[in-house]
């Protein structure tokens, strides 16, 4: 969705059709932030179910050496494109080795890392606070609660900004987009820790999908001030409903389900080069002439995915294999 969606705005020629494309697939980002919370938080309570407690520090490092590598593989190439090729030759900003650049003002470059920075937030913090709550023997629902809570009371009383296409620290910034990962975390607390409450929530969301769907497919008709305050949310809803459909209904499948499988487990390192590939692509359809647009589209989605893979197998799985052996995903003895 999010690969579609930045194919569309690059396109040569504007088409009415790019550009709801573009507006639908930007919720991509949402539904990933929903899965990873869901994705982490299955994680952290098989975990903790297994050995009784969570050893925080290993935890959060097994994330960082997970989504850490390969991004620092790509921030390079990604500021020397900028350096040597867009006007200004704008330096280095020192934040992107910090996972700050997401609360900078207008980011600078490499714009798709803004939700790497919100993830490693989300792996650093949530984990941690979870810990704490259960070592108080406070419920950790009313936790869940209090944080989806934050980013649409930050969003409707202490920002300005009421456009998402701004871009900018006041849509970008990590306290105004944990509606999803919250969501997804919570889910899977209740998901393995109360099993009564999801299969209740099972049952609604059979019939809940396809109001979900309808709502995301009008969503464009949302007023921007109104989807800037609760649009974030109201994504993170729906696409938990679609979550749990996945996970009550084993018998469904995807099409094609090998070909799949390859393209989710290289989907992290054609998020991180994308961009830079997608530049390329329309820099040559561009010499096409009348042709660029018919050109653009097959020369793009080819490359992005034959660079993804071939990052995949030369930086990501390498990094993973470094990683497991570093600090293994079974504790020792």
Not at 299 to 317: K, Q
Request: aromatic share 16%; net charge positive.
């Amino acid at each position: 969705m999010v690969v579609l969606a930045h194919v569309a705005v690059m396109c040569p020629v504007r088409r009415p059709w790019a550009i709801t494309l573009s507006w639908i697939g930007q919720f991509g980002v949402d539904l990933f932030f929903v899965l990873s919370g869901w994705l982490i938080g299955g994680l952290f309570w098989a975990e903790r179910a297994r050995y009784g407690t969570v050893i925080w520090p290993r935890f959060f490092l097994r994330r960082a050496l997970r989504t850490m590598p390969p991004y620092f593989a790509v921030l390079p190439v990604a500021w020397l494109a900028v350096r040597l090729f867009a006007p200004g030759r704008t330096p280095f900003d020192f934040s992107y080795l910090v996972f700050l650049q997401n609360y900078r003002d207008k980011i600078p470059y490499y714009a798709v890392s803004w939700s790497l920075c919100v993830e490693e937030h989300f792996y650093l913090f949530l984990p941690a606070l979870a810990l704490l709550v259960l070592a108080w023997r406070i419920p950790p629902p009313l936790l869940f609660a209090t944080l989806f809570a934050v980013s649409p009371l930050c969003r409707i009383f202490f920002e300005t900004t009421r456009n998402f296409n701004d871009f900018n620290r006041g849509v970008l910034a990590t306290h105004l987009r944990l509606d999803g990962l919250v969501l997804g975390f919570w889910a899977s607390y209740v998901h393995a820790c109360q099993p009564w409450a999801w299969a209740r929530f099972a049952r609604c969301a059979r019939w809940l999908w396809m109001p979900a769907l309808g709502l995301l497919m009008l969503s464009p008709a949302i007023p921007d001030a109104a989807f800037y305050c609760w649009g974030p949310t109201l994504m993170a809803v729906i696409f938990l409903v679609i979550i749990g459909i996945a996970v009550v209904a084993p018998s469904w499948r995807l099409p094609a389900p090998a070909a799949v499988q390859r393209l989710a487990g290289m989907s992290y390192s054609i998020y991180l080069t994308h961009s830079l590939v997608i530049h390329i692509a329309r820099a040559a359809a561009l010499r096409g002439g009348a042709w660029a647009e018919a050109i653009y589209w097959p020369l793009a989605l080819v490359t992005i995915v034959g660079v993804g893979w071939t990052f995949c197998r030369l930086v990501e799985i390498p990094s993973m294999r470094w990683r497991d052996r570093l600090v293994p995903s079974v504790r020792r003895a």
